[in-house]
């Protein structure tokens, strides 16, 4: 079966916002539809855009996925405690909800390793190889590609041509919820300590994690294999 792709609207940080501030208000599902056709009308005119575009909002922050029940308590607390870091959290959020963004942001990460400029082209070709040339996908890209705008991980300055905005995160416990979802989406078992600091799915963000700050978060384990550090989930939790 093809992999669902989804993410067909180009979202906005302060609509991302609205929708956490509903579900921390404990509101029901449908009383967050109707609060966010109204509060998303102000921008988007077509009914059917609208819908498309909270439907998206709502697969992020309040519809269960595989991941949902492992992150959103946490996302939540950290969104509220330390909403100077939203962009990261909703960054978590988005890679839970969406395998399209993953891929993404695996690439791109991978392409700004050996490039300061990727062209959309580029992009595009190497989505089609993992994905299939499908008109939902061709579509969705430009959208994609307008919400890593929005969110100022990249920027343009000639059209068709990005580089990558760099952001440093310095909270220790954000930078831990960054590790925590890594390591649930890509699921790969254990992971050394500069695995998990050069996570190609976080490539805007520059961040440090210390073997400390893991030691002390019951999410993780660590152990030594023939002297070398690996870091892998709790599965108890």
């Known amino acids: 079966m093809a992999k669902m792709i989804g993410l067909s609207r180009s979202l906005k940080l302060q609509w991302l916002n609205k929708v956490v501030e509903l579900v921390s208000q404990d509101l029901t599902e449908s009383e967050i539809k109707e609060q ?18 909270r439907e998206i909002l709502m697969n992020i922050w309040v519809y269960e996925n595989d991941y949902s029940g492992r992150l959103r308590r946490q996302a939540l607390t950290l969104i509220q405690n330390y909403p100077e870091n ?23 990460g991978k392409m700004a390793e050996f490039q300061d400029e990727i062209t959309l082209a580029q992009l595009k070709q190497k989505l089609f190889d993992e994905w299939g040339e499908r008109t939902t996908l061709f579509h969705s890209i430009d959208k994609l590609i307008a919400t890593l705008k929005n969110l100022d991980a990249v920027a343009s300055d000639k059209p ?12 220790p416990d954000v930078v831990s919820f960054i590790v925590y979802t890594m390591m649930c989406i890509d699921n790969r078992g254990y992971y050394s300590l500069i695995d998990l600091k050069s996570s190609k799915y976080f490539f805007p963000f520059e961040y440090q994690i ?13 152990n030594n294999f023939g002297g070398t550090l690996s870091i892998a989930l709790n599965d108890r939790l």
Request: one cysteine or more.
């Open 36 to 53: 966010m056709n109204e509060y998303l009308g102000f921008e988007i005119t077509s009914p059917t855009n609208i819908r498309k575009t």
């Open 86 to 108: 939203a962009t990261e959290i909703h960054w978590c959020m988005m890679l839970a909800a969406y395998p399209v963004f993953v891929d993404v942001c695996k690439l791109l």
């Open 160 to 171: 068709g041509k990005y580089h990558i905005n760099k952001h440093k995160v310095n909270n």
């Open 210 to 222: 210390e073997k400390k700050t893991l030691l002390a978060d019951d999410r993780f384990v660590m």
